[in-house]
């Protein structure tokens, strides 16, 4: 997605764009797979889809299933370069969290804070306090501080400011601040603050959960920049396997593809091309389940996030 994005820019300025992908569609990792017997095939599942899953070309299933902050960067990055004109997006229904063997909703307004079991009388007091703080917080204006130091003030100390509890903490950091770890406890409290904002400035625009989906999947982003790149005379190629990038003087030169040799100034390309010159730090763990049903305790939401905060489950990361 990051190299459609900036082909899509790139070209937009006026420079001129050659985009190379091994694969025989756009966006990589950011792809969907259609029809659903591609996904069989992807993963060497044995047979064909059941009957029971309906036509193939009616599925769209990401690979590396992402959403869209309503008021994020990304969504102000289509609406600037207009590639919005390409796509239609979904309101995802709900955002849940899982406490204590129980799925909860995250309150996405006051009147569901209220009646959400998901804290206790006096804790929903504190966190709503927590909540004007945080809206009303702008790192340009010291007077929003309230004795609070952005670059110093750890976020473990923010919640003990306010007098928040555990649960209360394990929901805010990974289901409204989206950590996948709890290390931001001990890091300046700036970056979480705004990504607190973020999260309500999003929910605010439409009100059923900060989160946008491309209506035919993921793949649709990737295939709007490259649109946008094709339009301002940007060339791609698909299918085109990368043999070697070519270097002199310890500068990249090129790339040489079917013993061809395409010049250029400038090479930008995910690690996985370049796989000598990259050190693995960590991996993902993921796993597409294809359900029959709603899942309990979502209302029967035809679209959900649910997070699980790792103290919940004893791990080191969230789910």
Not at 165 to 189: E, N
Not at 295 to 319: E, F, H, L, M, Y
Request: overall charge positive; glycine content about 8%; charged content about 25%.
């Amino acid at each position: 997605l990051q190299e459609c994005i900036l082909s899509g820019i790139m070209s937009v300025n006026g420079k001129k764009v050659l985009h190379m992908d091994r694969n025989s569609y756009y966006g990589g990792e950011s792809a969907s797979i259609t029809p659903l017997e591609d996904l069989y095939k992807r993963f060497n599942l044995p047979g064909t889809p059941p009957e029971s899953m309906g036509r193939g070309r009616d599925w769209n299933v990401d690979l590396i299933p992402k959403f869209l902050m309503a008021n994020g960067q990304l969504v102000k990055m289509l609406l600037y370069t207009e590639v919005t004109r390409y796509l239609d997006f979904k309101v995802i229904e709900g955002s849940f969290v899982y406490k204590g063997g129980k799925i909860y909703k995250v309150p996405s307004t006051e009147a569901e804070a209220l009646a959400s079991s998901l804290m206790g009388l006096f804790e929903k007091r504190r966190f709503r306090k927590f909540l004007v703080y945080v809206a009303s917080f702008d790192e340009n204006d010291p007077r929003t501080f309230e004795g609070v130091d952005p670059k110093k003030t750890t976020m473990r100390d923010v919640y003990k400011k306010f007098d928040l509890g555990q649960d209360v903490i394990d929901f805010t950091g990974h289901a409204l601040a989206l950590y996948r770890t709890d290390d931001y406890l001990d890091q300046p409290c700036q970056e979480t603050i705004n990504r607190i904002k973020l999260y309500s400035e999003s929910l605010a625009r439409y009100g059923k959960s900060p989160y946008l989906y491309p209506l035919y999947g993921l793949g649709e982003l990737p295939q709007g920049f490259a649109r946008l790149s094709a339009i301002y005379g940007g060339t791609y190629m698909l299918n085109k396997p990368i043999e070697e990038i070519v270097i002199e003087n310890g500068k990249v030169v090129g790339v040489k593809s079917e013993g061809e040799v395409a010049r250029c100034k400038q090479l930008i390309c995910d690690p996985s091309y370049v796989s000598d010159r990259v050190t693995k730090v960590g991996q993902v763990i993921r796993v597409i389940c294809i359900l029959s049903h709603p899942i309990k305790n979502t209302n029967d939401a035809n679209s959900c996030q649910i997070i699980i905060p790792q103290n919940q489950v004893n791990r080191k990361s969230g789910v």
